[in-house]
């Protein structure tokens, strides 16, 4: 009864029950018949509603929309009908959870529909703009049922599959590229082809890698007939590995202002950079506890990567190992990663990156990715909370450092720059 009953029905079901108990003690038996009119008209009410519910299944429930991919910041039309394919009339039909947090409604719509006839409709339109990467589900939402005086409701899930990608914007990596070239801090010389360089040997396949540099020869000589692929001076000496550790924490922050969406916006932007210089880029995270490698330009990563979740359970272990397996002594190594507080960063897990010399640890700032308006409204001084994480990710900093590993505390704003300007310190872009 509980699922079935609204706070307005149990409400005046407590006032009823009090008002009996009253008459009888009274002995106000005037009062008592009206109570009993009453409780009789609720229970008549009750049973009209329960003949609904059966009619609640019966109803047909459709969604459209105008395109099933788009950009963060883009918007797309939908619309929802709802058919009465039953024998009765429903009184009040509510819409709940019909649209995901991924998206904003832009129009003032009424979720409802009132005395639904059997055969009729009724469509309800909304405007959405995405405001957060991932793949998400538009079929999915709840159906409530309502008697005419709001004493009793019925919920129905619909289960649908719907499923809308929205991938990161692209044209912001490209921005902050050009204004980059423009201040001088990268090259702008043209893309090297590969091909045109010194032979340097070969090398296992890896997905993405152009099929035009596949040594046929090898594969023929290869036990299992697997590809290999001619690797060139140029492949060695720019060959960058951006590794996302997406921990449960990198869902921190805002609806499209994540620390996991800065961090795929970034590795679109760095890989625009490498392959403007001619090289490689990998990009590593984890899915569903296995480590996956996705490889390509700024268009194919833009593709792939607006799928990665964060994950409760991450063996960052698996993730490094996984790396180096897929780069060579000469590759650049960037781990993008975040410990907030208490968690410590085990550098035991980077034990076998001590002798590489090109890599670079770049931790999250939890802090950044707070709302203005969570600010606004603590203190004047920084909340205890704030102070504790900071001090949390110096030390982390601290003990990293220590390790011989180039650290870094980056911010949601500064993320992308700090990368930039490690590229510069190496000279790894520097004809």
């Known amino acids: 009864m509980s699922r079935l009953i609204t706070r307005r029905g149990f409400s005046i079901l407590s006032s009823l029950f009090v008002f009996i108990s009253i008459a009888i003690i009274s002995s106000e038996f005037i009062f008592l018949t009206i109570s009993m009119f009453i409780f009789s008209i609720f229970l008549v009410e009750l049973l009209i509603f329960l003949f609904s519910v059966k009619e609640l299944s019966l109803l047909k429930i459709s969604r459209d929309v105008s395109k099933s991919r788009l950009f963060v910041g883009d918007t797309i039309s939908s619309s929802i009908v709802i058919q009465n394919d039953g024998f009765r009339t429903i009184g009040l039909i509510k819409l709940s959870k019909d649209v995901p947090e991924e998206f904003l409604n832009l129009v003032k719509n009424q979720p409802y529909a009132i005395n639904l006839i059997p055969g009729g409709k009724k469509e309800i339109s909304y405007e959405l703009e995405a405001r957060q990467m991932g793949r998400v589900n538009l079929g999915k939402f709840e159906l409530n049922l309502f008697d005419k005086f709001g004493l009793f409701y019925k919920t129905r899930i619909i289960e649908n599959e719907n499923f809308i990608s929205i991938l990161p914007d692209i044209r912001i990596g490209r921005g902050i590229i050009d204004s980059s070239v423009q201040l001088g801090a990268l090259s702008s010389t043209t893309r090297t082809d590969p091909l045109g360089s010194d032979y340097a040997g070969i090398r296992e396949y890896n997905p993405g890698d152009d099929y035009r540099r596949i040594s046929w020869k090898q594969m023929a000589k290869s036990s299992r007939q697997e590809p290999r692929i001619k690797q060139f001076d140029l492949d060695q000496r720019i060959d960058v590995n951006l590794v996302i550790l997406n921990s449960k924490s990198m869902n921190d922050g805002e609806i499209g202002k994540r620390k996991l969406d800065s961090v795929v916006q970034t590795a679109i932007t760095i890989s625009s950079v490498v392959e403007n210089a001619g090289g490689s880029f990998k990009v590593i995270f984890s899915e569903n506890g296995i480590p996956k490698t ?40 960037l781990f993008i990663m975040d410990r907030p507080f208490p968690e410590n960063i085990d550098t035991d897990d980077f034990r076998n990156l001590y002798n590489r010399s090109l890599v670079n640890l770049f931790l999250l700032d939890t802090t950044s990715y707070i709302s203005e308006e969570i600010t606004k409204k603590s203190q004047k001084n920084i909340p205890e909370l704030f102070q504790n994480e900071r001090s949390h990710l110096h030390k982390q900093l601290e003990i990293m450092k220590q390790k011989k590993f180039r650290a870094e505390l980056c911010t949601k704003d500064n993320l992308v720059k700090n990368i930039l300007d490690s590229f510069s310190r190496i000279q790894i872009l520097i004809e």
């Open 294 to 333: 996705i490889s390509g330009n700024q268009y194919d990563l833009c593709n792939n990567l607006y799928r990665i979740k964060a994950e409760s359970q991450i063996n960052t272990k698996t993730l490094i190992n996984h790396a180096i397996i897929h780069g060579d002594t000469s590759s650049i190594y």
